[in-house]
């Protein structure tokens, strides 16, 4: 579940991770609001404005129709106002977007960090997430901040350091001390940043994260060091642990179609596509997709129905994949263990009859327990339902189906 930068902010704040404060606002007099109390509870003269959408790029990324950026200073109340205007209620468009954009429905109003002092501020790139060749958690950083980290990879790769954490003793003090080394800092400064470092990696770990990436990371001019930005992302099935967590999803931002599969318990992700998938199983959806490919079409989405393909699951199934209007074949793949072959056949026909009239081909592939019993539901259904047992067989329905 991707979060918000102030939603993110927060939840760095309760770990001990010092952040640029910030209030979010919904509307331009509640900007100014906003800005008045931020400027009475920190002194700040000057606020930044920023867009709140689920994606990356907002500094550079526009307004449709305007010039405004997604990211803005403003250095009196009445800047506030006229960001606030320009900013809530349009679409934002990065390179993280489509190009149509994202409607922008909160602004984020943070202090101004960027003040002057005795030395030159200076950002950093710096995330924690999984390092899935190793198997452990780790912490990837940078004296690049504030720019594409990818263009950092490409161009200056020995400029991107990595901490692993041995999960036997979780993140160790000399790691935290060697970071801020890495990072050329020294006196405050480097006190600050291995306190940074290991609050960071708590609130990593303790909210059940898949990603924490703060880019950038400020040294102030007076040595303070600070989260400027948050990109959060939490791992969806640990949210049973976290309620207060799950509260800050949302929807909005999300594919409404993949909202709706959720609600049905649905793992459903949307592709660009001309095939629809709906099988049982994770790995044997991928393979599914690869199929597809090898046979000449290319997938609509990634439908994982679980161990439980009942009539009323694969009728939700068969619903959400035809709200997508590229599909133009269904293929259903279902390994029969858990669940027998027959009664998912029967689901099938079900389904298919509660839908009424479905435009387009169905190749149904049921192999496992009872795989026989269910190919000859699906023959002496009278639907127009193309049927396969071997996986090949599938492969050439769907050949078929799109020629």
Known sequence: MNLHEYQGKSILKSFGVKIQEGKVAASAAEAVEVAKQLQEETGTGWWVIKAQIHAG???????????????????????????????????????????????????????DVY?????????????????????????MYSTEGGVDIESVAENTPHLIFQEEIDPKVGLMPFQARKVAYNLGLSGAAFKDMTKFVTALYNAYVGCDASMFEINPVLKTSDHKIMAVDSKVTLDGNSLFRHKDYAEMRDVSEEDPTEVEADKFEL???????????????????????????LSG???????DVGGTANAERVENAFRIILQ??????????IFGGIVRCDRVAQGVVDAYKSIGNIPVPIIVRLQGTNAEEAKKIIDDSGLEVMSAILLQEAADRVKEALA
């Open 324 to 333: 997508d209007s590229n599909v133009k074949a269904i293929l259903i793949n």
């Open 57 to 111: 790029g907002r500094g550079k990324g526009t307004i449709v129709g305007s010039e405004q950026h997604g990211v803005a200073l403003a250095k009196s109340i009445e800047d506030v106002e006229q960001i606030a205007n320009n900013i809530l209620g349009n679409k934002l468009v990065t390179k993280q977007t489509s190009a149509e954009g994202k409607q922008v429905n909160k602004i984020l109003i943070a202090q």
């Open 267 to 293: 793992n459903y992700v949307k592709l660009d596509g001309n095939v629809g998938c709906m099988v049982n199983g994770a790995g044997l959806a991928m393979a599914t997709m690869d199929m597809i490919k």
């Open 297 to 303: 079409g290319e997938p609509a989405n990634f439908l």
């Open 115 to 139: 003040y002057p002092g005795e030395t030159e501020t200076k950002e950093f790139y710096m995330s924690v997430l999984l390092n899935r060749q190793s198997g452990r958690n780790m912490i």
